[in-house]
């Protein structure tokens, strides 16, 4: 138990960036999409989840081999 208690304090960190990262970004994508581009609401959500989603896995990635070179 105490090491899945470890493995659960040093992912706990990476997972709420990662979490926080992702819901602004959702944001930010909509609004610039909808301003630059002028796109429909719909348009600029579909575009809002699907690609922070793939950036959001590669920034756990990312932060995961960050702390483990630290």
Request: proline fraction near 3%.
């Amino acid at each position: 138990m105490t090491e899945f208690n470890n493995s659960y304090q040093s992912l706990k960190g990476s997972l709420l960036r990662t979490l926080v990262y992702t819901i602004g970004h959702f944001f930010i994508a909509i609004t610039c999409l909808m301003l630059i581009s002028d796109v429909p609401l719909w348009v600029a959500a579909t575009d809002a989840v699907v690609e922070p989603l793939a950036n959001a896995v590669w920034f756990y990635v990312l932060d995961r081999l960050w702390i483990a070179k630290k």
